[in-house]
């Protein structure tokens, strides 16, 4: 009933000569009731358009007069393919679209798409049309591979000028820098502008039969083009990426697939002419409706520079991860060694916390921390809390999907070790640096009569470290937080090294060639490939804590940082300093929150990169579900494995 009352009201509209009212009315019919339904219900205006051979002529007519009145090359061109302007430029375009929309040019496609598809979530429900159904529509109002003759010279325009635009962006110095063979003379992107010329103007020469032969061989030399772009995001491991060479990949693969869609409506035989049409519609649609959305360009712009940053910060977080016993004692040793380190430089933190001004004291904070990070990499120390960041993007990394899906199963047993891998360096961190603090804090106590730390401050120590009675546990996610950001940041680093060739110009520089010699230049080249990331992160962190403490006390806000080690060797201070002075229920106390805060270091800065790394690749809510109860139902068949590494039998199993 709803399909005839649709179609009693089309028929006056297209008398009277008002095409697009006609056509916004069929739409607001399909947008109506249950979104699930609207296959059904354009297929019940299919039913009765292919009953009504006389409306459904005049209704093709008029859509075909639509379009040949209206100005629509640009819109062929451009709506929905990224466009040239940078990162910011592009985003505050879209917010200012947000605020003041634009208005189309009358006579225009935007326009006629604007009148005909006004309803915001248009886009959506026609892409839950099959396209079967939508085929069947169009070839109901007679818009068919059969309906073409000859090109009509704005979508003769459209394609020449995508041409011209797929050649240059793919022979642009940021793609032919790193693939050389671009831009040889049978490329493919040299090669098409004319092989879409011939195609063309094909039409228009007395010669039968050629389109089709000279159509073939345009798609082949476009798909050749997509190819070699699919390559470049394929192995970006061996080039790097920025969000520059993200944007014209991006665009370069849009206006590729756009060009297709252009060259398939040309067609002088049946292929996937009436596919092609509803794909370009859909695509014109959405474009329309979400030209001023931000989160689209966002995410398009920054997923595969993340995927990237993921992949490196990946490499580093392989080492993290143990599998066998041999492998977890010297992970143990790693991180006694760490924890060492920490407990020295946790000293040198006390004697450094004075009056200074903040600023002075974030400085000086800061050094301390990033010193302290750097000397643990040198002397190949393990800082627990540095591991999650890294660990969690080698989860996401090891998932190879297998039929469209994630390996459940692999990542799960991954967790596993990266568990034990976690509490053995707390425990190796711990070991070293809560007993080392309290030798120290006796030594200097001892020898220069002046320990780190007098009762007022040993007390402000414990009470800081407190579980429940201070802000410890946000202040150690607060730390999670930088930590995983750290490794992000070692992954930019070491993708921008790459992607700037940063190994081979130290190599190559004149003037370390002339004071090293070429060998030590190389292996400079190569220290800088395998270390400037890791270090890079690790002064990041640093200034990050801190500078933390400072930060909140000039905006007055509780805002601070708690890590672990530092924890456990600032309570090893405060315990020898005070002695039987603290009640053992306080002693108690501050012990578990030293363990929590290592606990909410690792909560945070494992599950906020696993987040990012698991969305960099797609990972769906469901599988996520299915991790989770792997995972438990590991841990509850086998708990030991997550702390203590296999032995004889069961490292096999494992």
């Known amino acids: 009933m709803e399909t005839d009352r649709c179609i009693h009201a089309v028929r006056p509209l297209l008398s009277d000569g008002q095409p697009l009212d006609a056509l916004a009315l069929m739409v607001d019919h399909l947008r109506r009731g249950d979104p699930a339904d609207v296959d059904d219900r354009l297929a019940g205006l ?81 892409q839950a049309v099959d396209p079967r159904t939508a085929c069947r529509f169009l070839g109901a109002v007679g818009i068919t591979a059969d309906s073409v003759r000859g090109i009509a010279p704005q979508l003769v325009a459209a394609i020449r000028a995508l041409a011209h635009h797929v050649a240059s962006q793919g022979l642009s110095p940021d793609i032919t820098r790193l693939m050389p063979e671009v831009d040889d003379l049978d490329s493919p992107f040299l090669t098409l502008s004319h ?59 849009a206006q590729i697939e756009r060009l297709d869609h252009l060259l398939h409506l040309t067609e002088p035989v049946e292929r996937d002419f009436s596919g092609c049409v509803w794909s370009l519609t859909i695509a014109l649609v959405r474009a329309r409706h979400t030209q001023s959305h931000l989160r689209p360009h966002l995410r398009a712009n920054a997923d595969l520079l993340v995927h990237q940053i993921v992949e490196h910060a990946a490499r580093t977080g392989s080492k993290y991860i143990t599998e066998t016993a041999a492998q977890y004692g010297r992970f ?154 750290a490794g992000l940041v070692s992954g930019w680093l070491d993708n921008r090294n790459l992607y700037r060739r940063l190994p081979q110009r130290v190599a190559a520089h004149r003037g370390l060639r002339r004071v090293l010699g070429p060998e030590r230049a190389a292996r400079l080249g190569e220290l800088v490939h395998r270390k400037l990331g890791a270090l890079g992160g690790n002064v990041y962190l640093g200034f990050c804590l801190g500078s933390a403490g400072s930060i909140g006390l000039v905006l007055g806000l509780p805002f601070d940082i708690r890590h672990i080690a530092f924890a456990s060797a600032h309570f090893g201070v405060a315990w020898l300093t005070l002695g039987s002075a603290i009640p053992g229920q306080l002693l108690a106390e501050v012990a578990l929150g030293v363990g929590l805060i290592g606990l909410m270091n690792f909560l945070v800065s494992f599950g906020l990169t696993l987040l990012l790394a698991l969305s960099a690749r797609r990972f769906t809510f469901g599988e996520g579900r299915a991790l989770v109860w792997a995972v438990l139902v590991r841990f509850v068949k086998r708990p030991w494995l997550f702390f203590l590494p296999p032995f004889g039998r069961r490292a096999s199993a494992s």
């Open 332 to 485: 143990l040793v790693s991180s006694l060694i760490g924890g060492v380190v920490v407990a020295l430089f946790a000293l040198v933190k006390l004697w450094l916390d004075g009056d200074a001004a903040p600023a002075v004291e974030a400085l000086v904070f800061g050094l301390n921390y990033a010193l302290c990070f750097v000397v643990i990499a040198l002397v190949g120390g393990t800082l627990a809390t540095k591991q999650p960041a890294m660990t969690a993007n080698t989860l996401a990394r090891t998932m190879s999907p297998e039929d469209g899906r994630h390996d459940i199963d692999g990542l799960a047993d991954l967790i596993v070790r990266v568990s034990r891998s976690q509490f053995v360096s707390f425990v190796g961190n711990v070991a070293a640096a809560l007993p080392l603090g309290i030798a120290l804090t006796w030594l200097a106590a001892t020898v220069a009569g002046a320990p780190p730390a007098d009762p007022d401050k040993a007390w402000r120590l414990l009470a800081e470290l407190h579980p429940w009675e201070s802000g410890s546990l946000f202040y150690a996610g607060v730390a999670g937080v930088f930590l995983s950001t």
């Open 46 to 126: 299919c039913a009765a358009l292919e009953g009504d051979a006389e409306l459904s002529a005049e209704l093709g007519e008029a859509i075909r007069r639509l379009l040949s009145r209206s100005r629509c090359t640009e819109t062929l061109v451009e709506a929905g393919v990224p466009g040239e302007r940078g990162f910011l430029d592009g985003a505050l375009l879209r917010i200012g679209r947000r605020m003041l929309p634009e208005v189309p040019p009358e006579n225009s496609l935007p326009a006629v798409l604007d009148a005909i598809f006004c309803g915001p979530a248009d886009h959506l429900w026609m």
């Open 195 to 253: 092989v879409i010329l011939r195609y063309v103007e094909s039409f228009e020469n007395d010669i039968e039969g050629d389109e089709e032969p000279l159509l073939d061989e345009a798609l082949a030399v476009l798909h050749a083009c997509r190819a070699l772009v699919h390559r470049l995001r394929a192995e970006k491991h061996r080039f790097g990426t920025s969000l520059r060479l993200t944007g014209i990949t991006r665009r370069l693969l």
